[in-house]
């Protein structure tokens, strides 16, 4: 028998399409999701790919504002778009809007099961005001059960006494088979490096241009490389963001060295500057998951990745597919550069490895997750 499964996410996230493609492909899942929103063009420049939806959706009216750091975004119609869409369950992607709320408020007071889909981990950046974190706590713990993508979302649940069997792992995914092919492409195209503008080797990250992300401790670690090194080997950093123009001025101070910013990149275009990379580096100090982390392993590269970062207990194993490295340390991230960049052979063996390891984080197994979490709350709300 079919569930009527409702998911509520923020918005068409091009990452997110995949996976619920997958779920919708399931035979024991009638799908519809809800958007509080189109897209978020203040924070990323996703295109929007409507026409690659295979499953039921709406998107609702909202206002967006952005306050420093914070995020307000004001929807309406939501209890009306789940009272039409007449759910069995609702999966909520996270806390962090009013909509969220109402939708939990609407579910407990028809008896509708409510399950928190969570990247969130012990150590995200947080604002630890006592009334939010109360409120948080108060939501969490009134959902009926819980999907999160790896360990560190798990272990951070259970900090608030949530029962374990209440969790469910759903590996967050990205579309590994576009990536794998599109690397396969750009390898096989002996004309894509110029045409891209692409140094013969370089260092990649992809992502917003913001200090939490890192991004100044990259620059600073490239900077301290040897000249040797900086002259045979690139940084090219992919992405916008507020901090743009202070890396553009910093990196013009590198000598001998090549730092390029090529922009923001769409889905499409990343497999390419992915596969004829060196390596992926990620120096967030803050951050839930890390997709990129996902893309990265797909396109077959290695990776070095901050232990801060929420994929890192699933995604990265140090020493087999790339280095883990403390945040906020330019002198160790530069180390971990160096290591990666000086053995040949054991950078081909991590990328291999890394391959195999994407063959985990497919949609299809993000879908047989969140069916798992279905059946179970179902089956016990039933039992």
């Known amino acids: ?39 978020d063009p203040g924070l990323r420049k996703w295109q929007v790919y409507r026409d690659e939806l295979q499953f039921s959706s709406q998107v609702l009216t ?63 950046e947080r604002n630890n005001f006592r009334l939010v974190e109360a409120a948080k706590r108060r939501f969490i713990r009134a959902c009926q059960g819980y999907v999160v993508p790896g360990e560190s979302a798990a272990a951070y649940l259970k900090t608030f006494g949530l029962a374990a069997d209440k969790i469910f792992l759903a590996p ?9 092919r599109g690397a396969e492409q750009a390898r096989q195209d002996q004309g894509v490096r110029n045409r891209l503008g692409l140094p013969q080797r370089y260092l990649l990250y992809v992502g917003r241009f913001v200090r939490s992300k890192g991004v100044l401790d990259l620059l600073a670690a490239y900077a301290t490389l040897p000249e040797s090194t900086r002259r045979e080997v690139g940084l090219v950093m992919a992405g916008d963001g507020e901090e743009r123009d202070e890396l553009v001025r910093r990196s013009r101070a590198i000598q001998p060295g090549t730092v390029l910013f090529p922009g ?3 889905r499409d275009q990343l497999p390419a500057f992915y596969a004829l990379s060196e390596a992926l580096v990620l120096p967030t100090h803050s951050d839930p998951w890390g997709l990129v982390v996902n893309e990265a392993l797909a396109c077959g590269r290695p990776v070095i990745v901050t232990d801060v970062a929420g994929c890192v207990a699933d995604l990265v194993q140090d020493g087999e597919n790339g280095y883990v ?25 991590m990328g291999d490895r890394s391959l195999q390891m994407s063959s985990q984080f497919t949609p299809e197994m993000w879908a047989h997750g969140v069916v798992r979490a279905v059946e179970g709350t179902l089956g016990e709300n039933r039992g």
Not at 332 to 340: H, N, Q
Request: hydrophobic fraction near 50%; charged fraction near 20%; glycine fraction near 4%.
């Open 325 to 349: 490295v403390p945040p906020g340390a330019p002198a160790k991230l530069a180390a971990a550069m160096m290591r990666m960049l000086s053995a040949t052979e054991l950078r081909v063996q």
């Open 172 to 180: 967050n995914a990205v579309d590994v088979a576009r990536f794998v």
């Open 62 to 124: 909202s206002y967006r504002a952005r306050l420093g750091r914070f995020s307000l975004l004001l929807t309406r119609g939501v209890v009306d778009a789940l009272r039409a869409a007449d759910p069995e369950i609702i999966v909520c992607g996270g806390y962090n809007y009013f909509a969220m709320w109402q939708a939990q408020r609407w579910a407990r007071r028809r008896g509708i099961p409510f399950l928190l889909w969570s990247e969130s981990n012990a150590v995200d």
């Open 1 to 39: 028998m079919k569930r009527r499964v409702v998911i509520l996410t923020e918005i068409i996230a091009p990452y997110r399409i995949p996976v619920f493609n997958a779920l919708a492909a399931r035979t024991e899942v009638d799908l519809h999701v809800i958007f509080l929103s189109e897209t």
């Open 264 to 266: 923001f990149l769409q």
